[in-house]
């Protein structure tokens, strides 16, 4: 909070995740485009960036290649930008080694070097199936998975192995909630001690078929939750709309989120279709210009740093 009584808004961007050129022209994919947009980005007013390495050819997912995420995080730093950053991580369990190695490793590494600053990691709090909606109905392709294909497997155990090494490097804990279970468990987790420097994030989803309705409603049913259970620790939130193919149901969660004092998400990787062929950059202006009707003006990084608790 400002001397002023305003409580500026950290605003991060779903960069790309696995966004085609099709559906966006503005993807960024090889680290340069990347590098580029979170620049974009951060002039705009941005004060987190999560992206997904992409081979540089294909655009195929590179979920656990450190050294894309690392040249497009040098690239960044070499602009002098102090953005935020962080990337994701693979979302299959193959069996045959260590899963917080085989899943992990690249996140810790990353945020073991320095110069790239990368002291975000993202851990998605529950289990739940690959199910998707295609304009309202289930999607055919789900049904006809192979089983260990069909669930996004994040046993509890592993997660608190993730949150143990985090910790161990003052690192701040995206923590990503796709149904009202997972902030129950994952606020019993906070009340534990496990995790030092939350940020709870409140998926949302058009597309997938988990949690409540992507509307202002929906949000409510986690805050109700969260004023109910985290007891008299303050702890930072944002929604992420996800997955929505409506501009206009997008900016409703947006709006309610910043009038509910929460912080944001947005980005060509989480919504392309409601992105309408917009960029990054063009969605943190609307943003921005959704926050100054709510009195509330963009967080930049250092400031984003001492609201969220990030050492």
Known sequence: MTEDGEKPVVIEVGLNEAVTPEENP???ISPQEIAEDVLRCAEAG????HF????PETGEQRCCDTGLYRAAALAVRAAGCDI??????????SGRGDPL???FAHVLALADEPALD????????????FVMSERGALRPADASLPLELSVYQNPFPLLERMAKECDARGMLVTLAIFEPGHLRATLALIA????KHPLLKFILSGRWLHGPLPEPAGLDVYLHMLHALRGDREIPWLCAPSGIDSPGQVEALLRAALERGGHVRVGVG?????????SNRELVDEVVSLAAACGRSPARPPVARRLLGLP
């Open 26 to 28: 503005w993807v960024p």
């Open 270 to 278: 989480d919504n392309p279709a409601a992105a309408d062929g917009r």
């Open 192 to 195: 534990s001690g496990r995790v």
């Open 46 to 49: 941005a004060s987190i960036v």
């Open 101 to 103: 190695t085989e899943r």
């Open 84 to 93: 935020l950053m962080y990337p994701t991580y693979a979302p299959f369990l």
């Open 52 to 55: 997904h390495a992409r081979d």
């Open 118 to 129: 990368m002291r975000i990691a993202p851990l998605d709090m529950g289990s739940l199936n």
